[in-house]
Nanobody
Framework: QVQLVESGGGLVQAGGSLRLSCAAS????????MGWFRQAPGKEREFVAV????????NYADSVKGRFTTSRDNAKNTVYLQMNSLKPEDTAVYYC????????????????WGQGTQVTVSS
């Protein structure tokens, strides 16, 4: 089992950047593929990005491709989401999640979730 805690959210102007962190405790996060999801008010939770256990493979939603980058430092049990060129439509609560095995995009595939961190992008 693994516990996840996100941090790094906040208020930023359109065009700005934020870096989210997801710290894992319990079982080492190198055992898990790590995904990022977001949920805006009144909308369903959606996939943002995922990184494989080793960090060698990543996958992104089309809406963030070229602007967001996910990475991980298994020695620190931490996963990151670097968000650049932020847009108002990126406003949401961002969650990290963990699953054993290969990278997948469906939120239902993930076993463990953090509590989320709010990202607000002003126009």
């Amino acid at each position: 089992q693994v516990q996840l805690v996100e941090s790094g959210g906040g208020l930023v102007q359109a065009g700005g950047s934020l870096r989210l962190s997801c710290a894992a405790s319990g079982r080492t996060c190198s055992s898990y593929a790590m995904g990022w999801f977001r949920q805006a008010p009144g909308k369903e939770r959606e996939f943002v990005a995922v990184i494989s256990r080793s960090g060698s493979s990543t996958n992104y939603a089309d809406s963030v491709k070229g602007r967001f980058t996910t990475s991980r430092d298994n020695a620190k049990n931490t996963v990151y989401l670097q968000m650049n060129s932020l847009k108002p439509e990126d406003t949401a609560v961002y969650y990290c999640a963990a699953r054993p095995g290969v990278i997948l995009r469906g939120s239902y595939e993930y076993d463990y979730w953090g509590q989320g961190t709010q990202v607000t992008v002003s126009s």
